[in-house]
């Protein structure tokens, strides 16, 4: 049997005024209550700002009458304390402290935290991270794998069936070139087992790779050999599809150790590079050309916009086969949608790609709505991000102007992390320290993308990431492993929450922000917004302090100390679930 859901506070209130607009005016059944959490009471609802003019009457008037009726006991079930009208018509509405704290220990009890499961029967492909097979992932694959994992962690956890796809680089004429050059390099030193300590596999592959398209470019024999051996790679020639392959084996051998270190769940069964779909452009193109949605032009096959115009102020164009018969981009992701509509079920596509392919995706998905395809049960969203700046707010450039290796950058915020960490705790054992440093490096290069408006540009500062004071992933880090510690000296006893005990307003401040917990998540899945978490979780850590310094915890007495003690465990639950949902730890120690 399923577990009872606890729901939010907030949604009691949400209830209790839908209730009152019911008794009151029967007509505004249905309406949006509007609550929503105010620094002057525990809640405000503007039901009655939005709703006056339906009923014609003043919206002071209306918020008056809901106030009495909510004074009566309408849908409060004793939650209520107290409501007022204020301004034009807004309603504060304070919660009962003994409300406050059942919902405490309702939340505690509860093995998700009151979380419910909204995404339950929703099937959600999430495309990121997408590296290119023999290139190393540098800091420009940062955010999408970030934001990416977060996000299939969030609705995961709420309940949707979440299929990961790693849309891998791993087709194309660089793979003909590259397999021709190893081929008549073969001493060249590039697998796993064989290249230097320090080198990956894909670092040794990019290098060749570069000398590859030096020789091409220089030798117009080996040009035609390498065009040869594309040819081949398309035909399905045995040999060079079996070089092709281990060429792929070999680079995802060095994205998931990247993927175990950042904690990124993508695995080797969620990788569906460009490849996948190179065997259905035919039929792609057919379906389009048969719908009338692509028409010919000079010799290649296009998409015209219905919604889009070029800068000349002809429609833009999705190029779904050019002039020689061949296929780009533009085929093998209406190929990509295609399958993830109509064979993985998906009725939610989330696209984690940086800002810059916005009109791509929009041709991509008018193209999609003119087929079909996307019909209204399923929707496809671009989710944009801006890019990684360096501390001088430039783009972020090795010394030499190249790109930075995101394995570079993980050492790199690890050793900081080491330095921080040991300046605290001097007397921490060596493997302790290097634990905790790690996954303080690692947590703070994830928080400080997560928390930045994903469509905003950020800058790489690994001095402030790894800060122990501000919005951080070690300041929060620290927190839980603070309470953990408090925890540990009361002997971690579980006690029953008291309802009947007064409330002290640092106590009714940190309940009230616990009870957000799920309406932030959901918030994060709607929206697909990880930076709403991590202000929660950082507001929530500051709330906790608060208590902390206001409600001693260990020297209360004794039914006092119990409650306290009951909202220590809920925030350090709280805490360390939403940075799991990050993919961040929670130490219990720092």
């Not at 005024?17 to 509007?34: F, N, T």
């Not at 994830?446 to 004071?469: E, G, H, N, P, Q």
């Amino acid at each position: 049997m399923a577990q009872q859901a606890v729901g939010s506070l907030a949604q009691q209130v949400e209830g209790a005024v839908s209730a009152a607009l019911r008794r009151v005016r029967p007509e505004l059944a249905g309406a949006d209550p509007l609550v929503r959490r105010s620094d002057r009471a525990d809640f405000q609802s503007n039901v009655a700002l939005a709703a006056a003019k339906r009923v014609k009457v003043r919206p002071a008037d209306l918020a008056g009458a809901l106030a009495e009726a909510l004074h009566d006991g309408a849908g409060t079930d004793g939650a209520i304390a107290d409501v007022a009208v204020s301004g034009p018509g807004f309603l504060n509405i304070t919660a009962t402290d003994g409300a406050l704290w059942r919902q405490l220990g309702l939340r505690l009890a509860d093995e998700r935290l009151g979380v419910d499961l909204p995404g339950q029967g929703s099937r959600v492909v999430v495309d990121y991270s997408a590296p290119n097979i023999a290139k190393e992932m540098h800091v420009g694959h940062l955010r999408t794998t970030i934001i990416g994992d977060c996000l299939a962690r969030v609705l995961g956890h709420l309940g949707a069936t979440v299929i990961r796809q790693n849309h891998l680089g791993d087709w194309g004429t660089q793979f003909g070139m590259l397999i021709q050059y190893l081929d008549e390099h073969p001493d060249a030193r590039w697998r796993h087992g064989d290249v230097d300590e320090g080198t990956s596999s894909v670092s040794a592959l990019d290098d060749l790779y570069r000398a590859a398209r030096a020789e091409f470019d220089t030798d117009p024999a080996f040009a035609d050999r390498a065009r040869a051996r594309v040819v081949a790679l398309q035909a399905g020639d045995p040999a060079t599809l079996a070089s092709w392959r281990e060429i792929v084996q070999e680079s995802e051998l060095t994205f998931r150790q990247i993927y175990r270190r950042l904690g990124v769940l993508l695995e080797p069964g969620d990788s569906a590079g460009e490849s996948t779909y190179n065997q259905w452009l035919p039929e792609v193109v057919e379906e389009l050309v048969a719908a009338g949605v692509a028409v010919p032009s000079d010799g290649a096959i296009v998409v015209e916009s219905a919604e889009v115009k070029a800068p000349d102020g002809e429609p833009a164009v999705l190029m779904v086969q050019k002039r020689d018969g061949g296929y780009g981009y533009d085929t093998t992701d209406l190929a990509t949608l295609r399958h993830r509509v109509r064979d993985l079920k998906a009725d939610r596509i989330l696209y984690v790609v940086d800002a810059r392919q916005a009109l791509h995706f929009r041709l991509i998905f008018e193209a999609a709505r003119r087929m079909g395809w996307l019909s209204e049960g399923v929707e496809a969203v671009h989710v944009a991000f801006g890019t990684v700046l360096g501390p001088d707010g430039r783009p972020f450039k090795t010394r030499a102007g190249g790109t930075v290796r995101l394995m570079h950058l993980i050492d790199e915020a690890v050793d900081s992390a080491r330095s921080t960490v040991a300046e605290r705790e001097p007397d921490l054992p060596p493997d302790e320290l290097d634990r905790i440093a790690e996954q303080a490096g690692v947590g703070a290069i994830k928080y400080a993308d997560l928390s930045t408006s994903r469509l905003k540009d950020y800058a790489f500062d690994i001095a402030r990431m790894v800060s122990l004071t501000g919005n951080t992933s070690v300041y929060l880090q620290y927190a839980h492993a603070r309470i953990r510690s408090i925890l540990r000296k009361a002997g971690e006893q579980e006690t029953a929450v008291d309802p009947q005990l007064p409330m002290h307003p640092a106590e009714r401040a940190l309940v009230l922000a616990l009870d957000e917990f799920g309406g932030v998540l959901r918030d994060v899945a709607a929206a697909s917004e990880p930076h709403r978490l991590c202000t929660y979780l950082f507001d929530t850590a500051k709330a906790f302090t608060d208590f902390y310094e206001n409600c001693p915890v260990l020297s209360a007495p004794d039914d006092v100390r119990a409650n306290r003690l009951a909202l220590c465990r809920l925030a350090a639950a709280t805490l360390h679930e939403g940075l799991g949902l990050l993919g961040i730890a929670a130490p219990d120690r720092m």
